[in-house]
């Protein structure tokens, strides 16, 4: 069982609409994380929220908004999505954002634009 | 920053057999070397961890060795089995703060009955 929750697991948009993923984990984690995974490749780090503050942004194109109310909660905020975005998005988890704390992910959210 | 190279990027084994994952990095100040098994549509999921300072560690039938000279790790799987069949990722994280981890390509284990 994942201790990182994530919802929705899939989710099918058009390029015009407005939705956020969302990521749960009561493990007392500080550290949060998003990352894109395309088909039959490794993830890829978008976001680090280290204590609920944004502290790593890898050139994510602004469609892309993330959120952390506090320090349970992660989201998304999905906005004008281009076709290329289709891909598994992925929240992991850590301890903190040190360099050798484990990170551990849900199980994603499928997203799929039309 | 830091480069991971994985190989091979398939490997097909017989139920029982042993099979080996091998990762080479390229920056001597990474200190932490996760692996993740990815099964087809499943979440990435840390089976085992070594840091710099351990040259072997071993959980069951998976070990993993890291040479800091060579600057490269590896991962055993002993015994293997059908359920061991899945996609396997290396990755290197630098001794830093505000690091992250840089993974490998990724390996497609087929263990066949």
């Known amino acids: 069982d994942t201790e990182v929750t994530q919802t929705p697991k899939h989710l099918v948009m058009g390029m015009t609409n407005k939705k956020s993923l969302k990521c749960e984990q009561h493990?007392?984690?500080?550290?949060m994380y998003w990352y894109k995974q395309k088909a039959k490749k490794p993830p890829e780090l978008m976001f680090v929220?280290?204590?609920?503050?944004?502290?790593i942004n890898e050139s994510v194109p602004s469609r892309f908004s993330p959120e952390c109310p506090n320090s349970s909660l992660l989201n998304l905020h999905l906005h004008a999505l281009q076709p290329e975005d289709s891909a598994l998005y992925l929240c992991?988890?850590?301890?903190?954002?040190?360099?050798?704390?484990?990170?551990?992910f849900g199980d994603g959210t499928r997203l799929s634009i039309l | 920053g830091e480069n991971v190279e994985q190989h091979p990027s398939t490997l097909s084994v017989q139920e029982g057999d042993s099979a080996v994952i091998k990762c080479t990095y390229s920056?001597?100040?990474?200190?932490?070397f996760p692996w993740y098994k990815q099964e087809l549509g499943k979440r990435p999921q840390l089976i085992i961890d070594i840091r710099s300072n351990v040259g072997e560690k071993k959980d069951q039938r998976i070990a993993v060795t890291l040479n800091k000279t060579a600057k490269h790790f590896s991962l055993h799987i002993t015994e293997t089995q059908p359920e061991d069949s899945a996609v396997y990722f290396c990755?290197?994280?630098?001794?830093?703060?505000?690091?992250?981890?840089?993974f490998g390509k990724g390996t497609m284990l087929l263990v066949s009955p």
């Open positions: 929220y280290s204590y609920e503050k944004l502290s």
């Open positions: 920056d001597s100040a990474s200190n932490y």
């Open positions: 992991a988890s850590s301890q903190d954002s040190g360099p050798n704390q484990p990170q551990h």
């Open positions: 493990m007392g984690h500080r550290a």
């Open positions: 990755a290197a994280r630098l001794d830093s703060g505000y690091s992250t981890l840089t």
